[in-house]
């Protein structure tokens, strides 16, 4: 049983997103791993009805950590600095090879007296988008004490990184180069992924929040597959979810005609 | 010959005779002997040669009549008697097999009127069903539809509150960085501003004045400095702060839960708009496991989110509970009870929303 409505059709996964950098990516596949596209061929995906995955955004004050999720989740932009008092947070839904899986999207405040609030909701991250201003070597250099904190609190071996360079609109293709070769050692340091976006244009906002949801979901799915070992997760929740069959049931029967 | 002559010959037997079965024997020893006198007349009269002739002819005629009359012999009587009880049997076969031709005839008949019955019946029975079906499938509808007005009751609520707790937050945080300004001014560059370096927070601080920039509502609001408790581990800044870190905290938490709530409810409504857009109808037993897993998934979904125990009940959920389970204590009960408590005489116009938004709620 699933009380979520359908995703919407521009959130729909159905092929792997393409990092930015091959220099600096989580991994440069063309395909979802195997394991994973056939689980979810054969339903076998595990968390009946919702996965949700948590990502937090870090970063210095005023780079544009809520401007870049406002850019995605709403398609709005505010060029008025507003301080994020603490944290907030967005819920995105998509669909990734046919299996509902949805984004939490923790936006933390950057500035620091939020920091000790900021940091208690930092645990249990599958991922962490660690955002930095393209015009401003700084919030480069703090990315790496960003990620230390996070990574306290949270399995460095199992969670995903992301550099973002953000405000990529107000600098020049010149500027923007000599950045970038900054910003792609710091993020093979990190072993973290690297992007470059703008939320005032939207340039690769789209495509870093996809290949942030697709490469979560993968993790999420592989993670779930080797918890449940030789067990065949579809099995084991087949037989643990009686009340989803009885949906499923129920759903076959009528026709599809949802909003 | 001679003992059947003489039996007959008592004359008292005559009239029983006439009735009796040897009535044509009987008249055949009459003939004889009338035959007899005659004959014996016509000697007396015209001597013995006038008869004798005639009486061989006539005793030969009588005896032919005797046997006549006497009947057939045993033996034929016996194969008469056998022919008689062979058509006897066959006509009681005849009769045996007609009467079960008449009885089997009702018989098909009455089978086919116990078929329309039958038949007659089961339709009567379906249609009974189909009338409870329809009856309980409008009550369900009707029950859906009270959900759905329930839920969106719930959702506009839960709205407002959001919506009012931004404010809160929104004229804490003007407040604050008005009240930053103002030290910045008095005493310098604030402490994280240390650990950025020139480049750093020029933005930020150029941005700063118009951040500032008041909420009419929240800007007259007079500073009490007595309205926010002291906290040890903040510099004296927190003193002039209507907010403590707890405090923000509190508020931080219940803008996530309701924030989760609401998008849990949108869920929720969509699904059961969904429902009842749709032709399909569920029976009610399904529909009740259906409420229920929806029930626990959301429990489950919002544990998630919140990222807290499942089985742990937030302090929102408590509180909000309370609330509605006692309306008339709306006002003391409202969400931020300390900031409230702490603000008493400040009294700013954002708490009015949670207040009179509980009414609705009872």
């Known amino acids: ?259 | 010959m001679e003992p059947r002559r003489v039996a007959p010959g008592a004359h008292d037997w005559g009239p029983r005779v006439d009735a009796g079965s040897g009535t044509a024997a009987e008249l055949v020893y009459h003939l004889a002997g009338a035959l007899g006198t005659e004959l014996k007349e016509l000697a007396r009269r015209f001597g013995p040669e006038a008869a004798a002739g005639l009486v061989p002819l006539v005793v030969r005629a009588l005896e032919l009549l005797e046997k006549a009359a006497v009947g057939p012999a045993p033996d034929s009587l016996q194969v008469s008697a056998q022919q008689a009880e062979l058509e006897l049997r066959r006509l009681r076969e005849e009769n045996e097999r007609l009467r079960i031709e008449l009885r089997s005839g009702p018989q098909e008949e009455r089978a086919l009127l116990r078929q329309l019955k039958e038949v007659t019946d089961r339709q009567r029975d379906e249609l009974r069903a189909h009338n409870r079906d329809l009856l309980q499938r409008s009550q369900e509808t009707e029950a859906l539809q009270e959900q759905l007005q329930r839920l969106l009751l719930v959702n506009a609520e839960l709205r407002h509150k959001l919506a009012a707790v931004e404010t809160q937050l929104r004229a804490a945080r003007d407040r604050e960085s008005e009240r930053e300004l103002q030290r910045e001014a008095a005493v310098g560059p604030p402490p994280e501003r240390a650990r950025g370096q020139a480049g750093g927070p020029v933005g930020e601080q150029g941005q700063e004045p118009e951040r500032g920039a008041p909420d009419a509502g929240t800007q007259g609001t007079p500073e009490n400095p007595t309205d926010a408790p002291p906290q040890p581990g903040r510099p004296p800044k927190v003193g002039q702060c209507s907010f403590s870190r707890a405090e923000v905290e509190q508020i931080l938490q219940e803008r996530n839960e309701l924030k989760a709530n609401v998008f849990l409810l949108k869920e929720e409504l969509a699904y059961f708009q969904r429902e009842l857009l749709t032709d399909h109808r569920i029976p009610g037993l399904l529909l009740e496991a259906m409420k229920v897993a929806v029930k626990k998934q959301r429990k489950k979904i919002k544990a998630k989110m919140l990222g807290t125990p499942e089985e742990a009940e937030s302090s929102f959920g408590l509180w909000y509970r309370g609330e509605a389970e006692a309306p008339e204590a709306d006002a003391s009960s409202a969400a931020p009870r300390e900031l409230r408590a702490g603000e008493e005489a400040t009294a700013p116009p954002h708490l009015d929303p949670v207040g009179s938004l509980t009414a609705p709620s009872s």
């Open chain 1, 1 to 259: 049983m699933n009380i979520l409505a359908p995703v919407r059709r521009d959130r729909v996964l159905a092929e792997l997103p393409q990092c930015l950098r091959k220099e600096a990516a989580l991994h440069v596949r063309k395909d979802f791993h195997p394991r994973v596209t056939c689980a979810c061929q054969e339903h076998r995906t595990g968390t009946v009805g919702f996965k949700i995955s948590k990502v937090i955004v870090v970063g210095d004050l005023s780079v544009g950590k809520t401007c870049l999720i406002n850019r995605f989740c709403k398609d709005t932009f505010d060029k008025n600095y507003k301080a994020t008092i603490g944290v907030d947070f967005e819920m995105e839904r998509f669909e990734v090879l046919g299996v509902p899986f949805s984004l939490q999207l923790w936006d933390t405040a950057g500035q620091e007296r939020f920091k000790c609030i900021a940091s208690t909701y930092y645990r249990g991250a599958q991922a962490i988008i660690i955002v930095f201003n393209l015009n401003d070597v700084a919030s480069l250099e703090h990315t790496k004490q960003w990620l230390a904190d996070a990574l306290k609190e949270n399995d460095p071996s199992s969670v995903l990184l992301f550099l973002v360079g953000s405000k990529k609109d107000l600098s020049t293709p010149a500027q923007y180069v000599l950045m970038e070769k900054d910003a792609l050692k710091v993020a093979h340091e990190m072993k973290a992924e690297y992007w470059a976006v703008s939320s005032l244009t939207g340039e690769n906002v789209r495509e870093f929040f996809f290949r942030v949801a697709a490469l979560t979901f993968e993790a999420n799915v592989l993670a779930e597959l080797e918890k449940s070992g030789s067990r065949r997760i579809g099995d084991v929740v087949r037989l643990n979810s009686d009340d989803s069959n009885l949906y499923l049931t129920a759903s076959k029967k009528k026709p599809a005609c949802c909003p």
